[in-house]
């Protein structure tokens, strides 16, 4: 004790009040980011979940005061880690099958959030039972995919009016193919939703086909010329924070930088931890992209 204050006696003689606070803040545990990866599950190249977490892994191993784990078949070998984490985010298929709404998993995750942990769901994640996860997920992200209420054509999105978000660091206007769902079941009125990547489908991706079901659907044939939401941020009550993005399909999109900019400032943002002014900055290879394929 007398050591450290005899420290912090002379460092406050030769620096500022500002130097001190920062020399005790960087003291301070790293946030603690669980990256949760899906099984095996589509042909190459598709919904390469393992690929994809180990590529964000790498991507944001450089940003200040943050710690990642990342945790592979859909669930950590040690749940207990989710007691303390900051944040966890799943990019794995859902529906049924998603494994946060097996067992008494929803009751487990919902502690967590109730101690303000952050969560964000990637691509097929975002869809849950709406008797089995619709709720949690309208409160803990804002919003989800529906079975017959969302759809997800694959189609060719430009996103150039982009809002002022910290998430949207460095992020350019970009276009980018994929199975982007839209009509998202959202929060009544979307009260706290902030979106991020918006734009107009045409008449003739609302006619569908859709991956499945084929569709077309009336409400959604009905909505022409209305925008939709594919990436979302919320900033809940308990303190906590979440974020929705629907591309994540083509895992070469990742390759693309705005597409895997706004996913990288959205792991760092749920987990609490400021991001970069520029963004997160990373360079990524057509053989980044070919590393940890499932074959």
Not at 13 to 27: E, R, Y
Not at 101 to 126: F, P, S, T, W
Not at 168 to 175: A, C, K, L, N, W
Not at 250 to 276: A, E
Request: hydrophobic share 35%; charged share 20%; with cysteine.
């Amino acid at each position: 004790m007398a050591w450290t204050l005899l420290f912090l006696f002379a460092f406050s003689a030769t620096s500022s009040s500002h130097d001190i606070s920062d020399a005790l803040q960087s003291t301070d545990p790293p946030k603690h980011l669980m990256l949760i990866a899906g099984s095996a599950s589509h042909s190459t190249g598709t919904h390469e979940h393992r690929a994809g977490v180990l590529l964000f892994e790498r991507c944001i191993a450089e940003v200040e005061g943050l710690q990642v784990t990342t945790h592979f078949e859909g669930w950590p070998e040690d749940e207990s880690l989710f007691e303390t984490a900051d944040a966890a985010v799943f990019y794995m298929d859902g529906g049924s099958n998603h494994p946060v709404v097996q067992e008494k998993r929803l009751a487990l995750i919902q502690n967590q959030i109730d101690r303000g942990m952050g969560y964000g769901a990637i691509h097929y994640a975002v869809e849950v039972p709406a008797e089995n996860g619709g709720s949690e997920y309208k409160e803990w992200i804002g919003g989800y995919y529906e079975t017959a209420y969302s759809v997800n054509p694959i189609w060719d999105v430009t996103f150039d009016n982009l809002p002022n978000h910290p998430t949207m660091r460095g992020v350019d206007s970009f276009t980018a193919r994929d199975e982007w769902y839209f009509n998202m079941r959202f929060r009544q009125d979307k009260v706290g939703v902030t979106p991020l990547v918006v734009a107009t489908p045409s008449d003739e991706t609302r006619d569908g086909p859709y991956v499945h079901p084929q569709g077309p659907y009336d409400h959604i044939q009905e909505a022409k010329g209305d925008s939709e939401i594919m990436s979302w941020v919320v900033d809940r009550k308990d303190g906590g924070r979440g974020f929705g993005f629907t591309g994540g399909h083509f895992h070469d999109n990742w390759g693309i930088d705005g597409f895997r900019t706004i996913v990288l400032n959205s792991l760092v943002w749920i987990s609490g931890v400021d991001v970069p002014m520029e963004g997160v900055q990373c360079t990524v290879t057509d053989e980044d992209l070919d590393e940890n394929l499932d074959y």
